[in-house]
């Protein structure tokens, strides 16, 4: 049986924490009301008690945009968790999120704190959520450097105090796949169980540029969340990218069996309004969405495509919101793209007009990289108009 998987948006909360984005309420609103277009479960809006702007962007994501799940953090301090429950309040589902570490260099270094310290206010920040709402998430920050053991306590008591969503994330981005998949395979076993009100989640950062691999490991371990970010924006090297992990559950289903509610065609436009809202610009390879994404310069690429797309593209372009027509013409392209490329044009030359503006195209291309659609036109232009002087010249001595 397909296994349904949710996807926990974290662009407003963990994107956001990337050095230099700062976003307004209206930014953030806007970016909310695409991601219920995209059909996301659950839109993490923020961190209400951070800021007043944090605060009232929450507030208004909650009140404006309609149909996933709206998500506020909070530390397990009363006053962070009643800030975020006046955040959350008026949306249509509303969920509160708690946090506290649970590694050994967290306890000893940020939090002062002991294990039992920590058992203590995980049992009482949860239980206050749970005044509150049904739906409580809580996260054992660094789970990945935690030891095993004193992680499945917490859990456990997170559980029994009410929580509904067990997250176990790689905060530093440390794990590899095998240990990530193997981590949350016990939680599964240990905490979960045979409780079918407790989901487990998987927050992965790319440090070691391994976040998908391992948020992908996960699901196959049992994690029934996936938390992203759209474009892998977050804390320095970024999240787990939510349109990688989408798209990689979509084409290999045959690896995973297992299926989102996103609506995958809102991808690229989505993409767009968080890279423009963000001033943070998506690299031109990035996977799924990134400007080269389905672009062919090679010949031998271009030919293919040209014949099948499926020789060289395992996705549909127009399945994430992307252009189907992307042969870009370069040094390295083809008679056969070259062909194609003028019949969108609406140019057909005889043979020989036609080798002459290819070997113009090489040259053009030598120098400059790509040759875009103006100057094929004024490439086609000069040879017609040489070899219409040379007619012309030709005829007057006859």
Partial sequence: MTKRVQVFDTTLRDGEQAPGIALNPDQKVRIASQLARLNVDVIE???????????????RISREVSGPVVAAMSRTGSEDIVASWDAVKDAESARLHIFLATSQIHMDHKLRMTEEEVLISVKS???????????VEYTAEDATRSDPEFLMRVLRTAVDSGATTLNVPDTVGYA????????????????????????????????????????????????????????GIGERAGNASLEEVVMALLVRSDQFDATTGVDSRELFRTSMLVSRETGYPVQYNKAVVGRNAFAHESGIHQHGVLRNRATYEIMDPVSVGQSPDNIVMGKHSGRAAFKHSLAVLGVDL???????????????????????EAQMKWIVDDVVSRMELFESVAESYR
Wanted: proline share 4%.
């Fill in 176 to 231: 590899t796949p095998g240990h990530y998949g193997a981590l949350i395979k016990r939680v599964v076993s240990e905490v979960k169980g045979d409780n079918a009100a407790v989901t487990v989640s998987a927050h992965c950062h790319n440090d070691l540029g391994l976040a998908v691999a391992n948020s992908l490991a996960a699901v196959e371990a049992g994690a029934r969340q996936v938390e992203v970010a759209i474009n």
């Fill in 125 to 135: 920040g949860v239980s206050r959520a749970k005044d509150f709402t049904d739906d």
């Fill in 45 to 59: 809006a923020g961190f209400p008690v951070s800021s007043p702007g944090d605060f009232e962007a929450v507030q």
């Fill in 350 to 372: 005889n043979p020989t007009l036609f080798e002459q503006a290819f070997q113009q195209l090489k040259a053009a291309a030598d120098k400059q990289g790509v040759v875009n």
